[in-house]
């Protein structure tokens, strides 16, 4: 039988920044539309982190009947290692898709965005078929696409519209720089598994493209993300603080770079998280300054 730590292991904890990431920063663009509205950003916290957990469990589960994690380095999978039935971890993320919806309902409730239940429905689609289902997404290369549709724009876009009713320039480089965050975390995770993946025939962007493009991918997607609120400072020179996100991504960067083995990369999830969430910080703060 798992016990909690395994679960909570399982959970992939070191993603969850890249769920506050979009919410946290697309609330501070409704500031500057004078609409922040601190509950219904609560609640569009609750659907990330409900949905980006739910996901984690779901690829556990997928990959897990399907053997694609026999043989893997990395986070501690549930499945895989038979510590618990794999109903139980298909349960779990079902159960976070009903947190994530429960959450979703009350939010558009309170912001009169009904259309927006047709979104969320698309996101909790995109999160189960990224690996389950017959033709799983992710095996085919598309899962950085919908990642940075759904934990990019849909995540800080649907924050900021779901309190301002309006949407802004800083909301736009709030939810696209949040998806190439995000993007990148997910290319760092598959160049790791680029071995193992092909061998299951599970063809990630990074397994397409090969692992040098792979790697300068990474590094070019963490530059745009923390470099694009530049086109901001018309507004606040404030927004010039992003370079120093910008100095710390290069930590990881050059780790991705440099890694001879796949266990080198595993470190790189962390600090990318870290870099995400400091940029989110130095975007909320320029974002006060409006």
């Not at 290319?187 to 599970?202: C, F, Q, S, W, Y």
């Not at 991705?256 to 940029?279: E, M, N, Q, Y």
Request: aromatic content about 12%; charged content about 10%.
């Amino acid at each position: 039988m798992a016990t909690m730590s395994q679960w909570v292991a399982a959970a992939r904890l070191r993603t969850l920044p890249m769920a506050v990431v979009p919410v946290v920063t697309g609330s501070a663009a409704a500031h500057t539309l004078d609409g922040f509205h601190l509950g219904r950003g609560l609640l569009a916290m609750v659907v990330a982190l409900a949905l980006q957990v739910g996901v984690n469990y779901a690829n556990d589960y997928s990959d897990g009947i399907r053997g694609t994690d026999d043989d893997r380095v990395g986070p501690f999978r549930l499945t895989a290692s038979q510590q618990t039935a794999a109903k139980n971890v298909k349960n779990a993320a079902f159960a976070c898709f009903g947190v994530a919806m429960l959450a979703g309902f009350f939010l558009v409730a309170l912001s009169g965005t009904w259309w927006f239940l047709l979104v969320g429905a698309a996101a909790v689609a995109a999160a189960w078929f990224y690996t389950g289902g017959s033709k799983p997404y992710g095996y085919l290369g598309l899962g950085e696409v919908f990642v940075f549709v759904f934990f990019g724009l849909v995540a800080g876009l649907g924050t900021t519209y779901t309190q301002a009713l309006e949407l802004n320039a800083a909301a736009w480089v709030a939810a696209v720089s949040s998806g190439l965050f995000s993007t990148a975390l997910l290319m760092a995770n598959n160049i790791r598994d680029i071995p193992t993946d092909r061998e299951v025939g599970k063809m990630t962007l990074a397994a397409r493209v090969g692992d040098r493009p792979a790697r300068y991918g990474y590094i070019g997607m963490m530059a745009v993300a923390t470099l694009l609120p530049l086109v901001l400072l018309g507004a606040s020179g404030w927004f010039a603080l992003t370079v120093l996100s910008a100095a710390l991504a290069w930590i990881p960067s050059r780790t991705v770079l440099k890694a001879d083995h796949p266990r080198r990369l595993i470190p790189v999830l962390k600090a990318t998280s870290t870099v995400g969430i400091f940029w989110a910080i130095l975007f909320v703060i320029a974002c006060l300054t409006v």
